[in-house]
C-alpha cells in the first residue's frame, strides 16, 4: 500500500488478550501489526490511513478502530474508508469479564444467528443503539441498563456459553449497570459504577468460587483505555 519495499522480519510476540473469547484479539494484532510496520517504514501512514486498513484487514471496523484510537467509539465503514467518532469514557464506570476457560470460534458464533430478523427486533435493537451512543457521550450511565438490551443476537449465542445464564443472573443481582456478551462471545462483560466495583468484584468472585456452575469462568477487572 505504500509503494516501499520490505525484505521481512521475524517476530516473537505475546498475546495478553486470549483469543476467541470475543475480546477483540484479532484486532489487536492488526493494530500493532499496522502500527509496527509504519514505525519501520518511517511513518509513511497516518492515522486515519492505518484505520483504514485496519477496517479492511479485519473486515469491519467494529474491534480494529477502538484498538488504535481508544475510548467509545462509533464508526462506519463505506467505500473503504472508515467515519468513526470517539468519546472518552469518563472514569465512572469499570468493566467486569467474566471469562470462561474454553473458545468460541467466530465462525461458529456467527452460525448460531438467524438469516432472517423481524422488523420488530431490528426496530428494537435501533433504538437501543442509538440510545447507548448517546448516553455515552452524555456520560448517562443510568440509561445502560435500558440502552445495553438487545434482541438480536444473544438470545441465540448465549446457549452456546456454558453457565452464561447463571452469569447473567449473577451480575444483574450485584446490582450491574448492564451485562450482554462481548463480541460474539464467549466472555460475558458487565458494565459497573466505579465507586461499587469493589464490593461486585468481592461478591462476584466468591460466586465464581463457590458455585460449581461458574468455576469455568475468570473475573477480570478493567478500566477503559481512552488512548488506544
Not at 20 to 29: D, F, K, T, Y
Not at 80 to 96: C, M
Not at 211 to 222: I, Q, S, V, Y
Amino acid at each position: 500500500r505504500c509503494g516501499r519495499p520490505f525484505r521481512g522480519l521475524h517476530i516473537r510476540q505475546e498475546n495478553r488478550i486470549p483469543t476467541a473469547r470475543g475480546l477483540g484479539s484479532s484486532s489487536a494484532c492488526i493494530a500493532g501489526g499496522l502500527l509496527g510496520a509504519n514505525e519501520l517504514l518511517g511513518r509513511p501512514c497516518e492515522l486515519a490511513q492505518l484505520v483504514d486498513l485496519a477496517a479492511a484487514m479485519e473486515g469491519h471496523p467494529d474491534n480494529s478502530t477502538p484498538a488504535l484510537l481508544g475510548g467509545f467509539v462509533v464508526s462506519a465503514y463505506d467505500e473503504g474508508h472508515v467515519y468513526s467518532l470517539k468519546k472518552t469514557i469518563a472514569p465512572g464506570i469499570t468493566f467486569a469479564a467474566f471469562i470462561p476457560d474454553f473458545k468460541l470460534l467466530t465462525e461458529k458464533a456467527r452460525a448460531a444467528l438467524p438469516k432472517m430478523v423481524s422488523h420488530a427486533d431490528a426496530v428494537y435493537n435501533l433504538s437501543r443503539a442509538a440510545l447507548l451512543a448517546t448516553a455515552f457521550c452524555e456520560e448517562r450511565y443510568d440509561f445502560l441498563p435500558v440502552a445495553a438490551k438487545d434482541s438480536l443476537h444473544q438470545q441465540y449465542r448465549l446457549p452456546l456459553i456454558e453457565g452464561g445464564e447463571a452469569v447473567f443472573a449473577l451480575a444483574d443481582g450485584l446490582g450491574a449497570l448492564a451485562t450482554f456478551i462481548s463480541g460474539a462471545g464467549p466472555t460475558i462483560l458487565s458494565v459497573v459504577r466505579t465507586a461499587e466495583a469493589n464490593v461486585f468484584f468481592e461478591r462476584a468472585q466468591a460466586a465464581l468460587e463457590s458455585d460449581e456452575e461458574l468455576a469455568h469462568f475468570t473475573l477480570h477487572r478493567f478500566v477503559a483505555d481512552n488512548e488506544g
